[in-house]
């Protein structure tokens, strides 16, 4: 008889997806935070989308990750 109480993730990957996504959303915030013109400063160009990226390695890493 299977275990029917088994979940495919433990709570280090719900942790893990809760960071990744409170960076994505940070990540967003940081961009629409750009004062230049079409969002063509700093915080549009690099340092909001790189953000954005760590986010969704964040979220990578959580769905891959074993107990």
Same mark, same amino acid.
């Given at each position: 008889?299977?275990?029917?109480?088994?979940?495919?993730?433990?709570?280090?990957?719900?942790?893990?997806?809760?960071? !990744?996504?409170?960076?994505?959303?940070? =990540? &967003? @915030? *940081?961009?629409?935070?750009?004062?230049?013109?079409?969002?063509?400063?700093?915080?549009?160009?690099?340092? !909001?989308?790189?953000?954005?990226?760590? =986010? &969704? @390695? *964040?979220?990578?890493?959580?769905?891959?990750?074993?107990?």
């Amino acid at each position: 008889m299977e275990n029917k109480n088994k979940v495919a993730f433990g709570k280090k990957n719900y942790m893990l997806m809760l960071i !990744g996504i409170a960076t994505l959303i940070t =990540g &967003f @915030i *940081i961009m629409s935070l750009d004062t230049e013109p079409h969002g063509f400063g700093f915080l549009g160009l690099t340092l !909001g989308p790189l953000v954005v990226m760590l =986010g &969704f @390695i *964040i979220e990578f890493f959580a769905i891959l990750h074993k107990k």
